[in-house]
Structure formats: structure tokens, C-alpha cells
């Protein structure tokens, strides 16, 4: 299993940014894919963006052009910069882990371990 642990939540103005960091601090596969996903209780959960072994990236289209991901510390931390927030991607955004590259890589089925989740407030 592997741990994933998040940071860099928390509120932001319409416009603004925010990066979130996931910490992979266990031994990753050498095929892995990461994701960040989001949820609000009560709701589905939708995939952000999800970034391979190979750097290979993936967006939902609600997010493309604001949202970028990326990978840090010798693949040890992944990123999600997000700029240009708008109010309706406040949310619960979960880092989450798959030892292979799925064929769906934002549905959240693709992944087998998961992080607590950071929230993220963005107000008008």
C-alpha cells in the first residue's frame, strides 16, 4: 500500500490560485499513474488530472488551461497548481494511486490507494 498525504488547501478568492502537494512516501511501482480527484459529500466524485511514470498527463475539461500537474522531489511529490479558481471547484481534492496506467485515468475506480483529502474553498 502505498501512503499518500496531502497539502496545501484551503481558501482562495475567484481568480486566485492554489497548489496542492502529494507526498508518495512509499515505494511506487515504476508503471504507476497518480490522480487528483475531488468530491463534495453527497456527490460523485470527478477526476482532476492524472500524471504517469512516463509524465504523461491528463485533464478533466472543466479544468484544462487552469489546472496543471506535475512532479517533484524525484517523483516523490505530485503537484496540482490551480489558477484561476472559480467558486465551483470548491471541493474535497483527494490524491489517490494506481500501480499501472488505467484506461480511465479520472474515474476514480482507476485507483487503489488514496490519501485523507485537503479541502479546497475558493468564494466569489
Known amino acids: 500500500q502505498v501512503h499518500l498525504v496531502e497539502s496545501g488547501g484551503g481558501s482562495a478568492q475567484s481568480g486566485g490560485s492554489l497548489r496542492l502537494s502529494c507526498d508518495a512516501s512509499?515505494?511506487?511501482?515504476?508503471?504507476?499513474?497518480m490522480g487528483w480527484i475531488r468530491q463534495v459529500p453527497g456527490h460523485e466524485r470527478e477526476g482532476v488530472a492524472s500524471?504517469?511514470?512516463?509524465?504523461?498527463?491528463t485533464y478533466a475539461d472543466s479544468v484544462k488551461g487552469r489546472f496543471t500537474i506535475s512532479k517533484d522531489n524525484a517523483e516523490r511529490d505530485i503537484l496540482l497548481q490551480m489558477d484561476n479558481l472559480k467558486p465551483e471547484d470548491t471541493d474535497m481534492y483527494f490524491c489517490?494511486?494506481?500501480?499501472?496506467?488505467?484506461?480511465?485515468?479520472?474515474?476514480?475506480?482507476?485507483?487503489?490507494?488514496w490519501g485523507q483529502g485537503t479541502q479546497v474553498t475558493v468564494s466569489s
Open positions: 489517490a494511486y494506481s500501480d499501472g496506467v488505467p484506461s480511465s485515468p479520472l474515474r476514480d475506480y482507476a485507483y487503489l490507494d
Open positions: 512509499s515505494y511506487m511501482y515504476s508503471g504507476y499513474c
Open positions: 500524471i504517469d511514470a512516463d509524465g504523461k498527463t
